[in-house]
Structure formats: structure tokens, C-alpha cells
């Protein structure tokens, strides 16, 4: 017959800062009693904090603070080895219908942010910087056209979320042509953004 097999609980524990001796009647200490606390409560509390820093809420992206760090370490790497990055700068514009109906929602929000992750790998970072904006890092890029690549896959991708009444424009930035720092880097690329941004139809304004 099988057992059940019971899962392991892991907690974490710390010292309260007393410990007792016990004694018999003589005095002769027999045994030690150690007061510990339960820490598990305030590391996940902690653990959530620390996600709140580094992730955006509604899509769970990357935020600036981690994309700023990883870059910083994607530069680093790139300066030591030689190596190529890419920086891509992606904006939503909101139909004025979808905008004067409130329609934007945290989901719509997802829906985004699920269609840009599907168009890299895991090594690159997909982040929300602000509310209708998200950069992309790729990090150890063989050659400058793979950021091109990766920004045509990313218009096509977000076509398909035409029916919810948002367009879309990309730029891109490359290290060291573009920048040398991650400021410099979605400065370019914000500014490839806009000078390649389509001419907006009637009715979707920025939002």
C-alpha cells in the first residue's frame, strides 16, 4: 500500500536573544531552553516588498529599477567582452473612444505586455517605465540587425491587439553607436521612436 508522502515546511527561525537554563535540585544545570521567533510571516512580507520595487504591478514586468540595474550589468558585460546591446522604446497610443470610455484597464495592460514577452528570449528584459510606455533590453546581441529584427517582430506581434483600439510606435537604440548608458540609450531610442511613428489617424491621440 503507498504512503502519502507529507510535504517538508521550511521555516526560518532566529534567536529572541534569552536562553534559560534548566537545573536540578542540586543547581546542576541538566539542559538549555532556546526562545526562537518565527521570521517566515516577515520574509515573505519582506519578499513582496522587494517585488513591489523591482516589478510593475498590474503586468509584472520589470520596472525602471530593474531594468535600470540589469542594463547597468548588460553595459558592464558589453564593455568587458566587446559585445553588442539593444534598447528598444515601444509606446501606446489609446483611441480617443477607448479613452473617453475609460476602457484601459490593467488587462489591457496584460494582454501588452503578454505579446511582448513572447517576442524575445529569456535572457532580455521586457519592462513597463511608465504608464503607456515599455522599453525592451537586449542584452549580447551577435549584430545591430537583431534589434531591428526583434522591433519588426514586436509591431506585428501588438497588430494583433488591434480590436483594442490602441496603436503602437518602436524605436531603437544600439550600444555604443547610440549610448553609453542606459539614459542615453532610451533617449535614442525614444527619439528613433518618434521620428518613425506612423502619422496618427483621426481619433487616437496620446495618451
Known sequence: ???????????????????DAIQDATGKILSYVARCTDISERLQYEER??????????????????????????????????????????????????????????????????????????????????????????PEIEDADHVLLVAVKITHALEQLSDLGVNTSTGVARYPADGLDIHALLRHADEDRRRKAPTRRAGVVPA
Request: with cysteine; aromatic share 4%.
Open 1 to 19: 500500500m503507498s504512503e502519502s508522502i507529507k510535504p517538508i515546511l521550511r521555516k526560518a527561525i532566529v534567536p529572541a536573544g534569552k536562553v
Open 49 to 138: 516588498v522587494s517585488q513591489l520595487e523591482l516589478r510593475d504591478g498590474p503586468t509584472g514586468l520589470a520596472n525602471r529599477n530593474l531594468l535600470t540595474e540589469r542594463t547597468n550589468q548588460a553595459l558592464l558585460q558589453a564593455e568587458r567582452y566587446g559585445r553588442n546591446l539593444g534598447m528598444l522604446c515601444i509606446r501606446l497610443d489609446w483611441s480617443d473612444a477607448v479613452s473617453d470610455a475609460n476602457a484601459v484597464n490593467d488587462e489591457s495592460f496584460k494582454l501588452v505586455a503578454q505579446q511582448l514577452a513572447a517576442c524575445v528570449r529569456a535572457s532580455d528584459t521586457v519592462a513597463r517605465i511608465t504608464a503607456n510606455e515599455f522599453a525592451v533590453l537586449l
